[in-house]
């Protein structure tokens, strides 16, 4: 369903370009994402185009997780990030 839901946001993909990295909970990141995998079992702080702050739902991790954010801070310390 994640796979789904991530091809409609993005035709074409069938999956995101991997970028992976080390964050710190609360550091933003500086660029748009498209999707997010968790290492662990987490909530995520997501900033909206539109300028929104939301804080997800724990988040089952290993899964891909479709977003569309201008910044990201994490609970987990690792995250997969496609952009």
């Known amino acids: 369903m994640t796979q789904n839901l991530f091809a409609s946001q993005a035709p074409g993909l069938t999956a995101p370009l991997l970028h992976i990295f080390d964050i710190l909970p609360g550091q933003p990141l500086a660029y748009v994402t498209r999707a997010i995998l968790l290492a662990e079992e987490g909530t995520v702080t997501l900033t909206t185009l539109g300028g929104e702050t939301v804080t997800t739902l724990p988040l089952a991790p290993g899964v891909w ?19």
């Open 65 to 83: 997780h479709p977003v569309m954010a201008t910044a990201v801070g994490a609970a987990s310390v690792r995250i997969q990030g496609g952009c």
